[in-house]
């Protein structure tokens, strides 16, 4: 670290300069909630077309783990987050993994110190030979705790990392949520690969108007100026009066201006350069929900460029979000609903935009075949005890989606966006076609569409229905086969603004925003469901390839060793096992078809040069059951 003649110390620089905090994908209650074709590789090219450089990545990280004590991170949940540290390494996209195990009305117990030592070592050692583009940041936000408290902790947290990884830079941040104000009260701490966090999101009055996470809550305040205008401001609401927010509301004309909030972020500004150390703003923004969009445009444009002007790198909360940057009320396609005044604000590059038109579908698409289909997000409620990715004999592939402990009215809720419009395949004799388990008889549940409920005032979201029993299939622990045509779903009805609304004959297929699968009927009590290979499809040949039966318990199967490389493949793939015998192997399409199928002793070689570009499932196995089932991607 070099000095100046002045005796004051250099700042280091942070490797990256601007970037977006990718929420709501990796902050799951479990491993098994997370939607990971939420996000692709393409999502990554498009964010860094915009001229980010960095990437941070909230994680309910202590969730991923089985709990105390051990806090023994989940196999899947580094299966998963692979994806975006090796998209981030191709793209040359710096990364933070962001333990955001975190609840702003919760304070940070003393004891979150054990926790972290067992978490943040068992991340290192799977992240430890990976490129110097990732970067751990210990924990988001630790507020409700002493400084000195959180000082030891976060300093034994580095020795705990440093003991399995000295390679990558770690983030480390003041209590009272990372507040610029805390940092003064943090020490400098021995370790030089570290980067200094603070976040920004003063006034408060203004950024988070709106918010019914606050204490009060500020639902009710709506359109606080930026900057303070005393013509624009709005009155304080009724339940903000005698709360420390109605001090803030009447200091406003002074801590609502340009000029009181880059005297703040001075203050952080001031850490770095009297100190010499790298800092970086890891969250700043406005929530759009009640702001004013042209001030909320300003407050970014004044915090981004005053940042910008003290050499401090930044991630924005958020990308897509109630703080992002992407349009309100539109269908956050990158192509289409992008806030370009607000990209224009924060400096980031302006990609054409043309207005959006929904298209009827004319072909089929997947739902669910061990992940959810692009364009999907899980938005169930009440679902019980739901699991998208259980390996209990799915059908095909690795996992199934398991379903237990439904109440009535509890819902597997899948929702499209942006919104289908299906009429065209239901013309055409499409039909849904799935497998379901069940494991026991008694078994009643609906499987619905329910389209968009329009502006108009008599509109409400209909539901078009199946009801399936044990009239219709046998729940007796083994796959069956379910292929209904979309020309045999009835509209029921509709529930809507708590009252319920009879059919009448306004289910709209054309505007599609939601397949659900519902204990409509009533509780499931001990009976348990599975589901698999969930399609839209105009085949009726997908077929039963798991005969076994379950009676609700996990059975652990006898799988294979073998490695299948390279995937993705272009005209060929190589089997290798470790064992010196006669196997077979089946590469099945999406419908269940076997399209290859031979025998190899140990090691072959596959031709996939008669296969069409998409994905696939090739199944190796042995005499006596033992096999393995891995997903392949031909792309050439």
């Not at 009429?423 to 008694?442: E, N």
Request: aromatic letters at 12%; hydrophobic letters at 35%.
């Amino acid at each position: 670290m070099l000095l100046a003649s002045s005796d004051k110390l250099f700042a280091q620089e942070v490797p990256f300069k601007k970037g977006i905090n990718l929420t709501n994908w990796f902050q799951a209650n479990n491993v098994r909630e997370i939607q990971i074709n939420k996000y692709t590789r393409k999502d990554f090219e498009q964010i860094k077309s915009l001229g980010i450089d960095v990437i941070r990545l909230p994680i309910n990280l202590h969730y991923m783990t089985n709990g105390a004590p051990d806090y023994t991170v989940d196999p899947l949940f580094f299966q998963f987050l692979d994806l975006p540290v090796q998209w981030a390494e191709e793209l040359n996209l710096h990364l933070i993994l962001d333990n955001h195990t975190f609840d702003p009305v919760a304070n940070t117990p003393p004891d979150i110190e054990n926790t972290l030592k067992k978490v943040w070592p068992q991340v290192a050692q799977h992240y430890q030979s990976r490129s110097n583009l990732l970067y751990y940041e210990i924990l988001n936000e630790p507020h409700g705790i002493s400084a000195t408290q959180w000082n030891t902790i976060q300093q034994n947290i580095i020795n705990a990392i440093r003991a399995v990884d000295t390679k990558h830079t770690l983030i480390v941040g003041a209590t009272n949520f990372n507040s610029y104000q805390s940092m003064a009260e943090m020490p400098i701490y021995a370790d030089k690969n570290l980067i200094y966090t603070f976040h920004f999101y003063d006034p408060f009055l203004f950024t988070h108007q709106g918010a019914s996470w606050i204490e009060p809550s500020m639902v009710d305040l709506k359109q606080m100026p930026f900057p303070y205008r005393s013509n624009a401001m709005p009155a304080l609401p009724a339940n903000l009066k005698n709360t420390w927010l109605e001090s803030a509301y009447n200091n406003y004309s002074t801590e609502g201006t340009e000029a009181k909030v880059k005297e703040l972020i001075d203050i952080a500004a001031n850490f770095k350069n009297t100190h010499g150390v790298p800092v970086y703003c890891g969250e700043f923004g406005v929530l759009a929900t009640n702001s004013l969009p042209a001030d909320r445009v300003n407050w970014y444009q004044t915090v981004r460029s005053y940042l910008e002007e003290k050499n401090i790198a930044w991630t924005t909360w958020d990308y897509h979000g109630s703080f992002g940057l992407f349009e309100p009320d539109g269908n956050d396609l990158f192509e289409h609903n992008l806030n370009l005044p607000l990209l224009t604000a924060l400096g980031f590059n302006l990609p054409p935009q043309t207005n959006y038109v929904l298209k009827p579908d004319t072909a089929g698409f997947l739902i669910y075949d061990d992940f959810l289909g692009n364009g999907l997000t899980n938005a169930s409620y009440g679902a019980g005890n739901l699991n998208f990715y259980v390996p209990d004999q799915p059908n095909n592939g690795q996992y199934c989606i398991s379903w237990k402990d439904a109440k009535q009215y509890n819902s597997i809720s899948l929702d499209f966006k942006p919104n289908k419009d299906l009429s065209q395949l239901r013309d055409k004799a499409y039909a849904l076609d799935f497998f379901v388990r069940g494991t026991g008889p008694g078994v009643k549940f609906d499987i619905r569409f329910i389209d968009s409920k329009t502006t108009e005032p008599d509109d409400h979201p209909w539901r078009a229905t199946v009801t399936i029993d044990d009239q219709k299939i046998d729940f007796n622990g083994s796959w069956q086969h379910i292929h209904i045509p979309l020309t045999d779903f009835i509209e029921q009805g509709a529930w809507d603004n708590n009252q319920w609304y009879n059919p009448e004959g306004k289910f709209d297929w054309q505007q599609i925003d939601r397949l659900e699968i519902t204990s409509e009927h009533g509780a499931f009590n001990n009976n348990q469901l599975w589901f698999d290979n969930l399609y839209l499809t105009d085949q009726d040949t997908a077929k039963v390839r798991q005969s076994g039966t379950i009676t609700g318990s996990k059975k652990n199967l006898n799988t294979l060793a073998v490695r299948v490389y390279p995937n993705p493949a272009s005209n060929y793939l190589l089997l290798e096992t470790g064992t010196p015998a006669s196997f077979n192997y089946e590469v099945i399409d999406h419908l269940g078809r076997v399209l290859l199928k031979s025998i190899f002793r140990q090691r072959t070689q596959v031709n996939l040069a008669s296969l069409p570009i998409g994905v696939y499932l090739i199944k190796i196995s042995q005499a006596g059951s033992r096999y393995t089932v891995r997903r392949i991607v031909k792309n050439e």
